[in-house]
């Protein structure tokens, strides 16, 4: 049944040149026949929680920015956001260009188009989808909220996309300024420069890891020296150090080889980071980036700069959470993310009144999820808010 809401999606997508499915995704609706469309209908309808992708096959280097991914500018309706990984991965059609796209294309994208490793896709995907996306329609925003996510559960659930405050996207980016100040997700050229002063200092003109370990801790510092509601706990406090070291990890070309495979040129980071583009040629890195080696380039930046987790008490008042650092020093903090994702899905979707397809799609989401956390944790107790999945 075409209703209303169905035919603004549609023009909306003829507008913007992404679909989702079968159609190409840098292709227009113009000339499309009812069929496809029809299948883009039906791609945006309720379709519930999906089971995960798995991992791909092949993960050597090859190459990414290829003719059928060229990079477009932006159109009106296509929505961009915090994380330039994503962003970049859209603009090349890796993902629908619309900036819309399901948890399991994102899964699929990040591991064919950057070569991140399937443990931590899924992990950061699906605790994303749990608090950023749309349970009913399977689809998040990278961005912005947008009605391409399709008909919302109701409030308290947000369903706003990753710019989001507060529940994924946090303080202190690299990048992106505090949502304190107004803007939480637009690329920052103060801020950018800081990066290109650190990688000249201290990685030879390089983005590399000593760089990274002073843009994380200076970002930290102007924080806890401005924003009065900085907040640098769980979650935040693992994404925060993950993302200073995933450039390093995903942007640098699959070609490099040696102590080149490991330092970023700036040229290429602004590309990725403000016009969310691949070099010419790029090549994705060689060999799956994942869990493991993200953990390893977190405590190279930890024990370069240690900073505890912890909030502003007022501007310049930084207070450690005594506990979330007991917890990273000598427990499980995978286990406590996964505890913090849960808590906030409870929150945002209160389990009496889930039913029905939401709370299928909730308990299959959070399956989805605890698939990457088991991968870590052998002994972190699985939680079932929504029952379990039927399959
Ligand atoms: C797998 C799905 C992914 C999700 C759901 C995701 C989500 C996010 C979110 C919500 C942020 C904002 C955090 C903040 O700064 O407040 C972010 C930042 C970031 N993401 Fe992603 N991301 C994903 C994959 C990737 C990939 C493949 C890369 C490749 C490099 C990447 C690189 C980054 C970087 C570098 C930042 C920090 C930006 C800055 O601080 O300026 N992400 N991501
Ligand atoms: C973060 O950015 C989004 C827009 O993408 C905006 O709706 C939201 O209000 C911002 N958050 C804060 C706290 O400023
Ligand atoms: C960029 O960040 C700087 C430093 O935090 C800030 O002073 C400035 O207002 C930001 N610029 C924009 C356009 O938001
Ligand atoms: C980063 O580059 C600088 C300058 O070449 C070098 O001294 C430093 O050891 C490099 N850091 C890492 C972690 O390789
Ligand atoms: C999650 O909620 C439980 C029960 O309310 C609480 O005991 C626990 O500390 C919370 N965990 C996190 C990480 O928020």
């Not at 069929?35 to 096959?57: D, Q, T, Y």
């Amino acid at each position: 049944m075409l209703t209303a809401y169905n035919l603004l999606c549609i023009l909306a997508l003829a507008l913007t040149g992404a679909i989702a499915g079968a159609i190409e995704p840098f292709a227009s609706l113009s000339g499309r026949t009812d069929a496809e469309i029809e299948h883009f209908i039906r791609s945006n309808k309720v379709v519930g929680g999906r089971p995960a992708p798995g991992p791909i096959a092949d993960t050597s280097s090859k190459l990414v920015n290829d003719k059928h991914h060229p990079w477009l500018p932006l159109l009106p309706g296509q929505t961009r956001g915090v994380c330039p990984g994503l962003n970049t991965l859209a603009s090349h059609g890796w993902l629908p260009r619309s900036g819309v796209a399901s948890p399991g294309q994102i899964v699929t994208a990040v591991q064919e188009g950057l070569n991140m490793g399937w443990d931590l896709a899924v992990l950061i995907t699906y605790a994303a989808m749990l608090v950023d996306g749309n349970p009913l329609t399977d689809l998040l925003s990278i961005g912005s909220k947008t009605f391409l996510t399709g008909p919302a559960p109701p409030k308290p659930a947000i369903v706003g996309g990753l710019n989001t405050h507060a529940v994924f996207e946090g303080d202190a980016s690299l990048t992106r300024g505090d949502a304190f100040f107004g803007d939480n997700h637009s690329f920052n050229e103060t801020l950018f420069d800081q990066l290109v002063q650190a990688s000249i200092a201290f990685g030879g003109g390089k983005y590399n890891a000593s760089a990274a370990a002073e843009v994380r801790f200076n970002r930290v510092q102007q924080s806890i020296a401005t924003n009065p509601e900085f907040f640098f706990s769980i979650p935040r406090y693992a994404t925060a150090f993950a993302e200073a070291i995933f450039p390093i990890g995903f942007f640098v070309d699959g070609r490099a080889t040696g102590a080149a495979a490991f330092e970023l040129d700036l040229t290429v980071a602004r590309g990725f980071f403000q016009d969310s583009r691949m070099p010419k040629d790029f090549h994705r890195r060689d060999g799956a980036f994942g869990l493991d080696a993200t953990g390893a380039g977190l405590s190279f930046l930890v024990n370069a700069h240690f900073i505890p987790p912890g909030f502003n008490q007022g501007v310049g008042n930084y207070v450690v959470d005594q506990e979330t650092l007991d917890i990273f020093n000598n427990g499980d903090f995978i286990c406590a993310l996964y505890d913090f994702f849960v808590n906030k899905t409870v929150e945002l979707y209160p389990t009496p009144k889930a039913k029905g397809v939401l709370r299928q799609a909730l308990a299959q989401n959070l399956a989805n999820f605890f698939l990457a956390v088991r991968s870590a944790s052998s002994t972190c107790p699985e939680q079932f808010p929504y029952g379990s999945v039927h399959n």
